[in-house]
């Protein structure tokens, strides 16, 4: 339930346009994966990414796929 359709310029704007539920979602991921695994490595930064990406509002570029403008835009993001 994302309402914005604009990007956020700011890290403020960014926490304001995540769904609380989704957010919640994704930290209780995150923590189930960095609690379970003793030696993290490559697949575990890729299982991270994976459980940030379920809370992203979907108009952002990717946070993993970075083509130049999503480069551009999370270099920019103040």
């Given at each position: 339930?994302?309402?914005?359709?604009?990007?956020?310029?700011?890290?403020?704007?960014?926490?304001?346009?995540?769904?609380?539920?989704?957010?919640?979602r994704a930290?209780?991921?995150?923590?189930?994966?960095?609690?379970r695994d003793?030696?993290?490595?490559?697949d575990t930064?890729?299982?991270?990414?994976?459980?940030?990406?379920?809370?992203?509002?979907?108009?952002?570029?990717?946070?993993?796929?970075?083509?130049?403008?999503?480069?551009?835009?999370?270099?920019?993001?103040?």
């Amino acid at each position: 339930m994302h309402a914005t359709t604009q990007q956020p310029a700011t890290l403020d704007e960014l926490a304001a346009a995540i769904d609380t539920a989704e957010a919640a979602r994704a930290v209780a991921h995150m923590l189930r994966i960095f609690g379970r695994d003793a030696d993290w490595n490559a697949d575990t930064i890729h299982e991270l990414a994976n459980a940030v990406t379920e809370a992203k509002p979907p108009n952002l570029p990717s946070i993993v796929d970075q083509d130049p403008h999503a480069l551009t835009y999370w270099t920019n993001l103040t």
